[in-house]
């Protein structure tokens, strides 16, 4: 069974804190991977991952796809309270056009 | 500006009601999606369209109902039989690329 997996669940952090986010999956047909933020509706998205080892960077923010270990990390520095949200770990897979998405991780950032 | 609409934001609903939520997307994508959210359980794929006049199954499509009419648009019906209907409903598109574009929600509150 196709599944995708993160940790923690949630998360409360101080601000100016780094924190990482976990993601592992087992998808049968992996085309990408991707992380989503979702504030109060809307996820937006973050990044796409589909090869191994190379590090996408935004800002503070930063991620890496382990395709031989089937994770993905998401790393956040020097925390703001604008980063409290839950962000989605979501995989593509070329069958029926799927995406499979993780609980969430819930993020809170206190001043 | 192009992006996804979904209406209404928030609908109440009486227990043996059917009720209809709208997705409107201008992005000229091929493939919509109809995710239901619930809290710790992340999103859950309930239908998928990848073409006018065509959609699929999700993992949870029991009690709901979907049209594909016009590329733009791409209605959730929520029927009596869906058991457990209270919950957050996001459309989402896709133009094969792996993002997903997504709707800012409709949280749907069966009285």
């Known amino acids: 069974e196709d599944k995708v997996v993160q940790s923690p669940l949630s998360l409360v952090v101080h601000e100016g804190d780094t924190v990482t986010l976990n993601c592992s999956y087992e998808?049968?047909?992996?085309?990408?991977l991707l992380w989503y933020k979702q504030e109060k509706k809307a996820p937006t998205f973050l990044f796409m991952l589909t090869s191994s080892g190379i590090e996408k960077k935004s800002g503070r923010l930063s991620s890496i796809l382990d395709k031989k270990e089937l994770f993905s990390i998401l790393n956040i520095t020097a925390t703001q309270t604008g980063d409290s949200a839950v962000y989605l770990c979501?995989?593509?897979?070329?069958?029926?056009?799927?995406?499979?998405f993780g609980t969430g991780t819930s993020l809170t950032v206190i001043p | 500006d192009g992006g996804i609409t979904q209406s209404p934001k928030y609908l109440f609903r009486k227990e043996g009601q059917n009720v209809t939520l709208s997705c409107e997307q201008n992005?000229?994508?091929?493939?919509m999606y109809w995710y239901r959210q619930d809290p710790g359980q992340g999103l859950r794929l309930i239908y998928y369209?990848?073409?006018?006049?065509?959609?699929q199954k999700g993992d949870i499509a029991e009690g709901y109902s979907v049209s594909r009419e016009k590329k733009e648009s791409f209605p959730l019906t929520v029927t009596s039989a869906q058991k457990n209907p209270t919950a957050f409903y996001l459309c989402a598109s896709d133009y094969n690329t792996g993002e997903l574009f997504f709707g800012e929600g409709s949280r749907l509150t069966v009285l």
């Open positions: 979501a995989v593509d897979s070329n069958t029926g056009n799927q995406f499979y």
């Open positions: 998808v049968t047909n992996f085309r990408s």
């Open positions: 369209s990848q073409i006018v006049n065509d959609f």
């Open positions: 992005l000229n994508h091929d493939a």
